[in-house]
């Protein structure tokens, strides 16, 4: 079976979350999730790797980042293989990475300790 590291953005809330949750599907264990952040082994720079998601495929020695990092995911896993022919069909028609772009750039809206269980505070 295919191994995926995936570089995960460990001071945002929504990166946790779905690494969280990622990792409770990876029954079979193919997935090592490493955050960026104070790390001092990453094959990029922190800067690079913050704007997106990166996942290094050990078997065919590949980087991908974005909406194909999460195509790679979906590939791995196999209660999300059904999403991977929606998400190749994305990253086809080139609406994907438009949308995981628009979520990279907007998830720091999500505001960092201010949560709870299942909702965020807002404002004041």
């Keep these: 079976m295919t191994r995926i590291i995936a570089y995960y953005d460990n001071e945002c809330s929504l990166c946790i979350k779905i690494q969280?949750?990622?990792k409770k599907l990876d029954h079979n264990q193919n997935i090592d999730f490493i955050g960026i952040r104070n790390?001092?082994?990453l094959p990029f720079s922190e800067e690079l790797m913050s704007k997106e998601m990166y996942v290094y495929n050990e078997?065919?020695?590949?980087?991908?980042?974005?909406?194909?990092?999460i195509y790679e995911l979906t590939l791995v896993i196999p209660s999300l293989r059904i999403l991977s022919a929606f998400i190749k069909l994305s990253i086809i028609f080139g609406f994907g990475k438009w949308l995981y772009k628009l979520i990279a750039k907007n998830r720091r809206m999500v505001p960092v300790n201010n949560c709870n269980n299942d909702s965020c505070k807002i404002g004041k």
């Design 20 to 22: 969280k949750k990622l």
């Design 59 to 69: 078997q065919n020695h590949h980087f991908s980042t974005g909406i194909n990092a």
């Design 39 to 41: 790390n001092a082994f």
